[in-house]
């Protein structure tokens, strides 16, 4: 089933805002199963949404339309709608009366004009066209509706991200995947998302290759979220028992070929919420000695609601004067092996961990550019070290990754994550 997302308005197309509906909207219809194979965005204007409309429901099997059911002049798409179907707007009664019943209470609570001048411009937004399909607005006062052009249904929908959210969450998914199911011919679908981290995408393109080729409907996507990897396993099948076995059957070949680089599967846990977590769940501390990243570790190990318990504190020590007598660096070591050094970076992670007598700490080091390089410390020359309570034997971590210094400094913190990570499941072990 082929997909078209039309998203309206000015603001768009003059790039003012970015279009998350359109990229909402196709996820949403891909979990479906309905492939998106066309995403048109056009102005507010009757002749090129007329023509953008057109072109749509000559090519899709279902339209989703965005924006233009505000009050004002501009938002024109009931007009264009009802033109092209042939039929008057006509006003959406629920709409209408959970409308007024708000202005009223605006009213009752002291003062915005009077309710005839405020319900007749706002009478617009609760039009629809004669005979369509209402998808009632839970969050907004616009509602949602949908009209069959030549056959092809068009759902046409609020602009405003919530509201759209608020009718796809409360209807309009089940209603489209209906639709789906009476085309007949419905694949079943499985799927997981690995989450990946520690190689680039063409290394793990690169060691799964070759993987899906014998299996019937199998098909594998990489997508990078910077710095990690989405890695996406898809198997359909007209019955979806035969799909998940051999999802199930290609899932020990993905983690046997990503082993030590796949550290979560879904959608929901990213590195920094899983090693918080486990953090939390295990009661351990940690601080964290931070040169190039300035801070950023420490911000990311303070994103969950929680990270007390786990979380100490840190030094930014970013001059080499400040790793000296926050960290306890010796001069003598900075003079020997300068401050992106193994040993700058192991003296800072023990000192850390003696001064804020955490359980772990963890030293970050580099030299995140543009400049700052030179022939044996090049750009991206970033050392990490991971202190335990109990032992002298830090772990290292060396970066050798020529990106830019944005990059460079969020792929450093999370570097330092995965060392916690893998630290906790050898203690697990
Ligand atoms: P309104 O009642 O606000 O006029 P509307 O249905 O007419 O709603 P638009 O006027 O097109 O929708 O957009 C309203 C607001 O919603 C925009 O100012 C913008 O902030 C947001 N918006 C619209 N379209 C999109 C989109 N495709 N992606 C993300 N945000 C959008
Ligand atoms: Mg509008």
């Known amino acids: 089933m082929r997909a078209e997302i039309l998203t309206i308005g000015d603001e768009l197309c003059r790039g003012e805002i970015v279009d998350t ?45 965005s924006g233009g059911l505000g009050p004002t002049e501009d938002d024109l798409t009931v007009d264009v709608v009802s033109q092209l179907a042939g039929v008057e707007p006509v006003i959406d009664e629920p709409a209408k009366a959970r409308m007024l019943e708000r202005f009223g209470r605006l009213l009752a609570a002291g003062g915005v004009g009077n309710v005839e001048e405020l319900t007749r411009i706002q009478l617009r937004q609760v039009r629809v066209p004669g005979g369509a399909r209402v998808h009632a607005n839970p969050v907004g006062l616009a509602p949602g509706f949908e009209v069959a052009l030549r056959g092809v249904p068009v ?21 489209l995947a209906q639709l789906r199911e009476a085309r007949g011919d419905v694949e079943r679908i499985a799927r997981r998302i690995y989450r990946a981290f520690g190689r680039g995408e063409s290394q793990i393109s690169q060691a799964c290759r070759g993987l899906v080729d014998d299996v019937a409907g199998a098909s594998i996507h990489y997508q990078v ?23 199930a059957q290609l899932d020990e070949g993905v983690r046997a070929r990503l082993a030590g680089i796949v550290y979560g599967t879904g959608d929901t846990e990213t590195l920094v919420e899983k090693v918080t977590r486990r953090l939390i769940e295990r009661g351990v501390t940690i601080a964290a000695a931070e040169s190039c990243t300035g801070g950023m570790l420490g911000e990311l190990l303070t994103r969950m609601p929680g990270s007390s318990k786990a979380f100490l504190g840190g030094v930014v020590a970013y001059a080499d004067d400040v790793k000296v007598r926050q960290l306890g660096v010796a001069q003598a070591t900075l003079a020997a092996h300068g401050a992106v050094s193994e040993q700058t970076a192991q003296e800072m992670a023990l000192g850390a961990r003696e001064r804020f007598g955490s359980n772990l700490a963890v030293a970050i080091t580099g030299i995140a550019g543009p400049g700052g390089g030179t022939p044996d410390k090049p750009v991206g020359t970033v050392w990490i070290a991971l202190a335990r309570r109990g032992s002298d034997d830090v ?27 893998e630290q906790l499941d050898r203690e697990n072990a």
């Open 21 to 65: 509906n359109s990229a909402y909207l196709a996820a949403r219809l891909w979990d479906l199963d309905i492939t998106t194979r066309w995403m048109t965005s056009c102005n507010d204007d009757v002749a090129d949404m007329v023509d953008a409309m057109t072109r749509a429901v000559g090519r899709a099997d279902v339209v989703v339309c």
């Open 155 to 175: 759902v046409c929908l609020p602009g405003v991200p919530r509201e759209l959210y608020g009718i796809w969450d409360s209807g309009l998914g089940a209603h």
């Open 225 to 247: 979220k910077f710095p990690e990897t989405l890695v996406k396993l898809v198997v359909r099948d007209r019955d979806q028992a035969a799909a998940d076995a051999r999802l």
């Open 395 to 421: 772990t290292m971590k060396k970066l050798s990754w020529p990106g830019a210094r944005d990059q460079i400094r969020l792929l450093s913190s999370w570097w330092a994550l995965k060392l916690v990570d």
